[in-house]
């Protein structure tokens, strides 16, 4: 059994995760593949008997925790504006999203209809990829201002980037949602920033 802080917070860390692997595939063309699946794979977790669960192993949000770490470290050199911007935008479109109940019941039918297609498919099958980011781009990306990517336009102007980026973002909102249903609160970040962080710090320990 997970530590009450870290399990309350640990879909925050998917936040951060999912923010940290939109950058860096934007700005490098690929990401460790294992974060990258755990997310993903998070968004079709409907119905997990724990928080954890959601994610698989607590390792597999190791870049989420080091992420959180560095964004609410004293140190101000260790922050990263892109990251925490890309989070801002995150949480932002989960409250949009919360608060219409139709995109909600299309969000859970279209998830519903990738879960049947992993019958068929394999999960590492591109056309899951596809699915997540049609999503993401049909029902939750409409609820606010569009989140500008930065990164390498070599990459950023390839499809199969996009649809990755996309699928990452929605995998994002979907840890938001699960954080605010544990009790999370943008003001959090702001208020209970300690308090965050050694949850953070404890859940590294806990994956070394």
Avoid: C
Avoid at 1 to 14: F, P
Avoid at 116 to 143: C, G, K, M, W
């Amino acid at each position: 059994m997970l530590d009450v802080d870290i399990e309350n917070n640990l879909a925050l860390a998917g936040v951060a995760q999912a923010a940290a692997l939109v950058q860096q595939i934007a700005r490098k063309g690929t990401a460790n593949e294992e974060y990258v699946e755990a997310s993903l794979s998070s968004i079709l977790v409907t119905d997990p008997e724990t928080p954890q669960q959601v994610f698989g192993k607590l390792s597999n949000l190791s870049l989420g925790y080091h992420t959180l770490v560095a964004q609410l470290s004293d140190k101000q050199a260790m922050k990263d504006t892109e990251i925490t911007r890309y989070i801002a935008s995150i949480l932002g479109l989960e409250r949009k999203l919360s608060r219409k109940n139709k995109a909600m019941s299309e969000l859970g039918d279209r998830i519903s209809h990738v879960q049947r297609q992993l019958a068929h498919v394999d999960f590492e099958n591109p056309q899951v990829v596809t699915s997540l980011a049609s999503i993401y781009s049909d029902i939750v990306s409409p609820l606010a201002p569009r989140i500008q990517v930065a990164g390498n336009p070599d990459y950023l102007s390839q499809p199969a980037t996009q649809r990755k980026v996309r699928a990452l973002l929605l995998a994002g909102v979907r840890s938001a949602v699960m954080w605010r249903q544990m009790g999370g609160k943008r003001r959090n970040i702001l208020f209970k920033r300690k308090q965050i962080l050694n949850s953070a710090v404890k859940a590294l320990r806990l994956i070394n």
